[in-house]
C-alpha cells in the first residue's frame, strides 16, 4: 500500500514540476474573469469569444517575443462573490500575470481589492466611471465611462437649446451608474431634469413612467439600460403617440436592439462605439483600420457580428499584448508598460493611459448614431 | 395632460398586464385543485410559449398563424412528459415533495431553453400591426386588444370545460375528495395528467401573446410566473373568475403604482399584495372561509 502510495506521490510531483517548467518555458498566463452564463450573459459572451479570438490570433503569429499566451477563462456567473472567488483562484492556482473582465461594474469593484492586494494588474471591461476614479494602483478599463456618453448627449441637448429633461432608468448597476453622472453633469449644461424616474430590468411595461413623462411636459427623454428594457420603452413611447428626441445609452448600441424594437426604434438617437458604424467612418479617422479588422475576424470566427462588448475585450487583450511586449511578463512590468500607453486605436477608441488616468478615453470615443430606416447611421 | 387620461392611461395599461398574470394565474389553480402541488414550472411553461414560437417563426420559417397553434402543441406535449416523467412516479409523495420537483423541473427547463436556443432576448411579431388605437385620450395597441380577447376566450372555455364536460366535471370531483372520485370509477391519476396538460398549453398561449410586446428570453418565466401566481392567491386558487379578477387587479394596481407613487416600488407591490392575503385572507380576497374551490 505505501509503496503504490509513494508512487503516486513520486507521478504527481514529476506531473507538476513538468507542467510548472512548461510554463516557465514557453507560456504567459494571463486570467479572464467574463459573465459566461447569468443575466449579464449579453456581455461576458462575446467578451470571452473576442479575448480567444485575438489570443489565438497572437499565438499563431509567433506568440510575444516567442513565447506562447494562455488565456485561464472563469465564469463569474455576473455574481460579484463568485467573481472574488475566481480571481483569488487565477492569482493563487493558476499564477496569472495580469487579468482582464470582469463584465460588470458591480463585480469589478469587488474584485479590485483583490488584485490591488496581490499586486496584480486588471483591465476591466466594465463601464462604470467610480472603477478608476480615484485611480487604483492596477486596476484599468477599456469601456468607455458613463460620463462621456452622457456628455455626449447633453452637448447635443444643449445646440438644439432643449433643457427640460425626462430620464427613464434601470434599476441595477449600469442604471445607477447612468443615473448618478446625468444628475451630476445636468447642471454644467443648463439642464433641468423634470423626471427621473426608473424601471426594473425585467419590466415589461412602461406605459405608467411614460404616461407621467408626458405629462411633465418634458423636451427630451434619455432612457438608459440594456437590452430588453429600452426596446420596451421604445415601444410604449410610440403607443403614448409622443413625440419629442428619444435618447438612449450607449448599453444598446447594437443590432440587436433594432431587431427587438421594430419600427418604434426608428429616430432613436444614442452615444456609441465606433464600432457600429465602421463602415460610415470617414477615411482618415485613426480607428477605422482596427474596427474594420476586429468585425471581420469576429464574423468569419462566430458567424455573428462583433458588437461593442467583444470589443472591450478585444482592446483588454491587445493593450495587454504591447504591455508584455514591452514591460516584460511580470505583473509590476505590464503595470507599468500600460501606464506608458499612448494612441493605441482600439475598439473602444483611442487609448492615452498615464499613472493619473487609468481609463484613457476621451468624449471623442463616441459618436452620436440614430436609426434610420431600421439601420444605425451617424447622426447629424 | 390631465389627471384623468393619465388615470385612464394607468387603468388600461393595468388590465392588459393583468390580464396575463390572469392566465398564468388560471395555470397554477387548474394544477393545484387536481393535485394539491403549486406547479412553480408553470412560469415556464410561458417562457417555453414565446420561445419555441420565435425559434418556429426564425429557424423554420413558419408563418405566424402556424408557428402558433403548433408551439402551443409542443409546449402541451412538454407538460404531459413533465407529468409523466417527474410527477407520475412519485404519486406516493407529500405535496412538499412534488412543489420541489416542479421547481426542480422549472430550473431544468430554463436551462435547456438557455443551451438549445440562445441567452439573447427575442421579438415576436405584433398579430395585427402597431398603430395605437385611442380611447379617451390614452392609447392602446391592438396587440392588448388580443391579449384581452384571447385571455376572455381561455376563461369562457375554462368556466364550460369545468361545468358542462364530463371531463371538467370528474376533475373538479378530483379535487373535492380524490379518494371518493377514485371510487366512483374516475381515473385519478388521468385527471392530474389533463391538468397539467390544461396548464402547459394556457400558459404556453399566454407566452405567445404576451411575447410582441413584452419581448420573450430564456429567463422570463421566473418573474411572469411569480405574478401569476400571486394573482391566483388573491383569487383563493380558484380556476374561474375570482383569479380572472385577482390578475386585473394585480396589473392595475402594479400600473397605478408605478404611474403615481414610484416605478420602483412595482414588483414590491405585486408581494406585499401577495403576503398581506396569505396572512389575512389565505382563502382569496372573494373566497369564503372553507369554501369550495372550483
Known amino acids: 500500500m505505501s509503496t503504490r502510495m509513494m508512487t503516486t506521490a513520486l507521478v504527481a510531483a514529476m506531473l507538476l514540476l513538468s507542467t510548472s517548467l512548461a510554463c516557465a518555458a514557453g507560456t504567459i498566463k494571463i486570467g479572464a474573469l467574463f459573465s459566461v452564463t447569468g443575466p449579464p450573459a449579453f456581455l461576458g459572451e462575446p467578451e470571452r469569444n473576442s479575448a480567444q479570438m485575438v489570443v489565438n490570433e497572437i499565438n499563431r503569429s509567433g506568440g510575444i517575443r516567442g513565447q506562447q499566451l494562455q488565456l485561464v477563462v472563469y465564469d463569474t456567473n455576473g455574481d460579484p462573490t463568485k467573481a472574488v472567488q475566481m480571481a483569488t483562484r487565477l492569482i493563487k492556482d493558476d499564477h496569472v500575470v495580469a487579468i482582464i473582465g470582469p ?59 432643449l433643457q427640460r429633461v425626462a430620464i427613464l432608468t434601470v434599476s441595477d448597476g449600469f442604471g445607477a451608474s447612468g443615473r448618478e ?20 430590468p425585467k419590466d415589461t411595461d412602461m406605459t405608467s413612467q411614460l404616461t407621467r413623462i408626458r405629462a411633465s411636459q418634458a423636451q427630451a427623454l434619455i432612457v438608459w439600460g440594456t437590452n430588453p428594457g ?82 472591450h475585450a478585444w482592446d483588454a487583450v491587445m493593450l495587454l499584448k504591447m504591455a508584455i511586449a514591452n514591460g516584460g511578463a511580470t505583473p509590476e512590468g505590464i503595470r507599468q508598460a500600460l501606464e506608458r500607453t499612448r494612441n493605441f486605436h482600439g475598439i473602444g477608441g483611442t487609448f492615452n493611459y498615464s499613472p493619473t488616468d487609468h481609463a484613457g478615453l476621451t468624449k471623442d470615443a463616441f459618436v452620436m448614431v440614430q436609426v434610420r430606416r431600421g439601420n444605425w447611421v451617424l447622426a447629424p | 395632460m390631465e389627471l384623468g387620461t393619465q388615470l385612464l392611461q394607468y387603468l388600461l395599461s393595468g388590465l392588459a398586464t393583468g390580464a396575463i398574470y390572469a392566465l398564468i394565474g388560471i395555470g397554477f389553480s387548474i394544477i393545484y385543485n387536481a393535485t394539491g402541488i403549486i406547479n412553480f414550472a408553470q412560469g415556464e411553461f410561458v417562457m417555453l410559449g414565446g420561445m419555441v414560437t420565435v425559434f418556429l417563426l426564425k429557424a423554420h420559417h413558419l408563418p405566424l398563424w402556424a408557428a402558433i397553434p403548433l408551439a402551443v402543441l409542443i409546449v402541451t406535449l412538454v407538460g404531459f412528459l413533465f407529468e409523466r416523467l417527474a410527477i407520475r412516479p412519485l404519486r406516493k409523495a407529500t405535496p412538499i415533495s412534488l412543489v420541489i420537483v416542479t421547481i426542480g423541473g422549472s430550473i431544468l427547463l430554463r436551462g435547456l431553453a438557455m443551451l438549445i436556443w440562445d441567452k439573447d432576448t427575442h421579438s415576436l411579431p405584433s398579430f395585427s400591426g402597431d398603430d395605437p388605437i385611442t380611447v379617451a385620450g390614452a392609447t392602446v395597441l391592438p396587440q392588448h386588444l388580443w391579449i384581452l380577447g ?29 379518494r371518493a372520485a377514485a371510487l366512483v370509477g374516475i381515473d385519478v391519476r388521468r385527471m392530474v395528467l389533463f391538468s397539467f396538460v390544461i396548464s402547459a398549453a394556457m400558459g404556453a398561449l399566454a407566452g405567445i401573446i404576451v411575447a410582441p410586446l413584452t419581448m420573450t428570453s430564456y429567463d422570463v418565466g421566473g418573474m411572469l410566473g411569480l405574478k401569476g401566481f400571486c394573482a391566483a392567491i388573491i383569487g383563493g386558487m380558484s380556476s374561474g373568475l375570482p383569479t380572472v379578477l385577482g390578475g386585473l387587479i394585480l396589473g392595475v394596481l402594479e400600473s397605478l403604482g408605478a404611474g403615481l407613487i414610484s416605478s420602483g416600488y412595482k414588483d414590491a407591490i405585486a408581494f406585499i399584495i401577495l403576503l398581506l392575503i396569505l396572512f389575512l385572507r ?11 374551490r372550483v
Open chain 2, 150 to 178: 384571447i385571455t376572455l376566450v381561455l376563461i369562457t372555455l375554462n368556466k364550460w370545460f369545468f361545468s358542462h364536460t364530463i371531463s371538467g366535471k370528474a376533475m373538479r370531483a378530483c379535487s373535492c375528495n380524490p
Open chain 1, 230 to 311: 429600452p426596446a420596451v420603452i421604445a415601444k410604449n413611447f410610440r403607443q403614448l403617440g409622443l413625440r419629442i428626441p428619444l435618447y438612449m445609452s450607449h448599453g444598446v448600441s447594437s443590432k440587436k436592439f433594432i431587431a427587438l424594437a421594430g419600427a418604434a426604434a426608428e429616430g432613436v438617437k444614442l452615444p456609441s462605439g465606433k464600432v457600429l458604424v465602421a463602415d460610415l467612418l470617414p477615411k482618415r479617422d485613426p480607428q477605422r483600420a482596427a474596427l474594420l479588422a476586429f468585425i471581420r475576424d469576429y464574423q468569419r470566427h462566430y458567424r455573428t457580428e462583433g458588437d461593442h462588448f467583444a470589443g
Open chain 1, 181 to 200: 453622472q446625468l444628475k451630476a453633469l445636468a447642471g454644467r449644461y443648463g439642464i433641468h431634469l423634470v423626471v427621473d424616474d426608473t424601471y426594473g
Open chain 1, 103 to 161: 463584465s460588470t461594474t458591480g463585480e469589478t469593484m469587488a474584485v479590485i481589492p483583490v488584485v490591488e492586494k496581490d499586486r496584480i494588474p486588471m483591465i476591466s471591461c466594465s463601464a462604470g466611471s467610480k472603477i478608476t476614479e480615484p485611480v487604483k494602483r492596477y486596476v484599468f478599463k477599456t469601456a468607455q465611462n458613463d460620463s462621456l456618453a452622457v456628455a455626449k448627449i447633453y452637448e447635443q441637448l444643449q445646440r438644439q437649446r
Open chain 2, 282 to 292: 389565505p382563502q382569496g380576497l372573494f373566497g369564503k372561509p372553507e369554501s369550495e
